[in-house]
């Protein structure tokens, strides 16, 4: 007699168009719920859902360069988070020329509130490591907004650290700073 253990049907896969709806639901409501002490009512209400929507589209439908990816987590046929990456290299003029030039960006990652803590965020995480380390990148960098203890610990659980690097973001609202974090992979 044969024993089966039950297995949730969780996968990742590269994100094909019809996905920048999910993305978009799953982006807004992990940021309503991890930063509304940080960025406020007012900014997360202002958030424009259509506009997600188009960011994700080009994102996925028509990615500005060579290793610009984003991956879908899915539980069942359902897309229940997402992580964007990109090559550092590709970021702005102002990237430091340091040992981040042969680093890949975590550009976000998100899962939906509901579904936390149920590996999505490793699998897609894991996932985008080996694409970067396929693409002959040897660390990898992200970017935390301050006051979000949940994504410091799963970043600290995963290896990566804070490497001293502040931005500040203005939201038309209120600035809020985020801190890079990076590990070598």
Do not use: K, Y
Not at 46 to 73: K, N, Y
Not at 135 to 148: I, K, M, Q, Y
Not at 151 to 170: C, I, K, M, N, Y
């Amino acid at each position: 007699m044969a024993l089966f253990r039950e297995q949730a049907d969780v996968s990742v896969r590269p994100a094909v168009a019809g996905d920048e709806r999910p993305i978009a639901d799953v982006q807004l409501e992990a940021w309503r719920t991890a930063h509304v002490d940080v960025l406020g009512e007012p900014v997360l209400s202002a958030l424009d859902r259509d506009a997600f929507v188009a960011g994700w589209t080009a994102a996925i439908t028509a990615p500005p360069g060579r290793g610009h990816r984003v991956l879908v987590a899915c539980d069942g046929p359902h897309v229940v988070g997402f992580v964007a990456i990109r090559p550092l290299l590709a970021a702005t003029p102002d990237s430091a020329p340091d040992a981040l030039a042969t680093a890949g960006e975590i550009v976000a990652l998100e899962v939906h509130p509901s579904v936390q803590r149920g590996g999505h965020g490793s699998r897609l995480l894991a996932a985008a490591v080996d694409l970067l380390r396929e693409d002959g990148l040897v660390h990898v960098a992200t970017w935390v907004l301050d006051g979000n203890p949940a994504r410091e610990q799963f970043l600290t659980s995963a290896g990566l650290g804070p490497d001293g690097a502040t931005r500040t973001l203005a939201t038309g609202i209120r600035e809020v700073v985020e801190r890079r974090w990076v590990a070598e992979i």
